[in-house]
């Protein structure tokens, strides 16, 4: 069976370090992988789709930055956390040939 | 941009009655789909309708869509307390991207 994970499950940083949040999916291969935001008690803004290795899809302009150096695993980065980028993270994977999306459990970043 | 938005923000009912929450979408979909979230969780796909259909039911859940409104509805029937959750709805315009509403909380009273 497939399963994603994400860490840290949360996380305080100040403002102006960096950042690096990790999902990695076990059990399939080639899955199309997505990065998710969500502020408190909004929907889900998508930041960045990857359908392969290296290939890295931007949605939103910002001040993060994504890269899929293995086939399963998705980093979310920063070189300089703001204030605006507080919120729940949540990482996703689909097979090619499926609509439904699979969640991680979510890392929840405060910056302050 | 939010492509999706659920209507009501909240609903709160008591245990036994039923839930109903609807969807609005702007731009014709491939599909939509319905994703529950617990507090402080990841989402949890519900049930998937395609453009080519009109009702669909997955055990308590019925879904209804009607593309010349653009609007989708999800019934959660006889609710019970683990039903308390938000949920979202979710539509497919191109085949690798979704496209989430702001979502509807449910609580659902013992």
């Known amino acids: 069976s497939q399963t994603i994970h994400q860490w840290p499950a949360t996380l305080v940083q100040p403002v102006g370090s960096p950042l690096s949040l990790e999902c990695t999916v076990e059990g399939t291969s080639n899955p199309n992988l997505y990065w998710y935001r969500q502020a408190a008690g909004r929907g889900l803004q998508l930041l960045f789709y990857?359908?392969?290795?290296?290939?890295i899809s931007s949605e939103v302009p910002q001040n993060l930055s994504a890269s899929r150096p293995q086939d399963r695993q998705f980093i979310l980065s920063s070189k300089k956390l703001l204030l605006s980028d507080s919120g729940f993270y949540l990482c996703?994977?689909?097979?090619?040939?499926?609509?439904?999306?699979?969640f991680g459990p979510g890392t929840r970043l405060t910056v302050l | 941009s939010q492509q999706g938005e659920e209507d009501p923000q909240a609903l709160s009912i008591q245990e036994g009655e039923n839930a109903t929450m609807n969807c609005s979408y702007k731009t014709s979909i491939n599909n939509l789909q319905w994703y529950r979230q617990n507090s402080g969780r990841g989402l949890v796909h519900l049930i998937l309708?395609?453009?080519?259909?009109r009702e669909k039911h997955s055990g308590r859940l019925r879904v209804t869509l009607d593309t010349s409104k653009k609007s989708s509805s999800l019934l959660i029937t006889a609710s019970r307390a683990a039903d308390t959750a938000s949920y979202f709805c979710?539509?497919?315009?191109?085949?690798?991207?979704?496209?989430f509403g702001a979502g509807t909380t449910v609580t659902v009273r013992a």
């Open positions: 996703a994977w689909k097979w090619l040939a499926s609509n439904e999306q699979f």
């Open positions: 309708i395609r453009s080519n259909e």
């Open positions: 990857s359908v392969g290795i290296g290939q």
């Open positions: 979710a539509t497919d315009v191109l085949d690798y991207k979704l496209s």
